[in-house]
């Protein structure tokens, strides 16, 4: 009961701010294009800010455990082909289909991920996580836009210059580039812009987690189908199951086991529902997975938190 109490003590003060942000879009404080300005300012500024802070003070050659980051490829590519398999067999529709698997494997690690390792492990892991999602980011977007594409036929329009170029000019990656030589070379940030940038750090999760809370609508709940339903137990429950157990198998544990199983259990990532709808998939399933699994979350990741520290593991 004491670790249940401890896990559930760093788990939801993550998602009451998420369903503050939902109280205040109800309450008229906070609006549609308070959420859209907000996420732009995240993506662009603050988050590259706080991944930027994380990495140029730690030591690449200690803190990082690669293999890790192939663990979680592996695991998001296999994940990614299985739940693509089992779209073809139960989703009859191609516009289904494209958001289907976009739910089941694309989590929202940068947002919802860090938050949580902030919470549980402290800024001492906050870097290892900011650099296992420099790692994620480009085959999580290439992956989406596949998945986005190809089901509906329009691989043609799939163009490998402009999504390398997509994921160069990505703000997260170029914070992480920037980083590295810091990190590296040991290199000192003046004192007044390293202020700067941890004042710009301090604000990317809140702000983050209150245009997910903005953005949610529960009244979708009750148009949720089944396929929506399905999305999320796979994204929420096997997929998180079978990563974690691949990697107690494999010998994981501790803090590397923790981040693992964060990645894989977070709820799907909000870039699922804006690209579903720029490419003319269907944005009200993708919207209905992401409620479902945001609010599903917080039973699965605070269950999955306690079972692993109850027993030693993390």
Not at 75 to 103: E, H, M, N, R, Y
Not at 150 to 160: E, M, R, T
Not at 213 to 233: K, Q
Request: charged residues 10%; contains cysteine.
């Amino acid at each position: 009961m004491q670790n249940f109490l401890l896990v559930l003590s760093l788990v939801i003060p993550v998602f009451l701010i998420v369903a503050l942000g939902y109280v205040l879009k109800k309450a008229g404080l906070i609006n549609d294009n308070f959420v859209k300005l907000s996420s732009k300012i995240v993506f662009t500024v603050s988050l590259p800010a706080l991944i930027f802070s994380e990495i140029s003070v730690i030591d690449l050659s200690e803190e990082v455990n690669f293999l890790v980051v192939v663990f979680i490829y592996a695991g998001t590519l296999i994940s990614f082909g299985l739940v693509w398999i089992t779209a073809l067999v139960f989703v009859k529709k191609p516009t289904d289909q494209t958001v289907f698997i976009q739910g089941g494997f694309r989590g929202n690690f940068a947002i919802v991920g860090l938050a949580l390792i902030a919470n549980i492990y402290g800024s001492v892991n906050l870097g290892k996580a900011s650099l296992v999602l420099a790692f994620t980011i480009p085959l999580y977007n290439i992956l989406s836009v596949i998945a986005l594409t190809v089901p509906l036929h329009k691989s043609d329009n799939f163009s490998y210059p402009g999504t390398l170029l997509e994921i160069v000019k990505n703000p997260l990656i170029i914070a992480v580039m920037a980083a590295i030589p810091f990190s590296v070379f040991n290199i000192p940030i003046p004192y007044t812009l390293s202020t700067t940038i941890n004042y710009l750090a301090k604000l990317a999760l809140p702000l983050a987690l209150l245009g997910i809370g903005g953005f949610l609508d529960l009244g979708d709940l009750l148009h949720s189908s089944a396929d929506a339903f399905f999305a999320s137990v796979i994204k929420l429950v096997l997929i998180p199951i079978a990563a974690t157990l691949a990697a107690l198998w494999m010998g994981f544990r501790g803090d590397d086991l923790g981040i693992i199983f964060i990645l894989f259990s977070c709820p799907t990532a909000i870039a699922s529902f804006i690209m579903a709808e720029a490419m003319g998939s269907n944005s009200r399933l993708a919207a209905n997975i992401l409620l479902i699994t945001t609010l599903g979350s917080v039973l699965t990741i605070t269950l999955g938190l306690f079972i692993l520290k109850e027993n030693g593991l993390i």
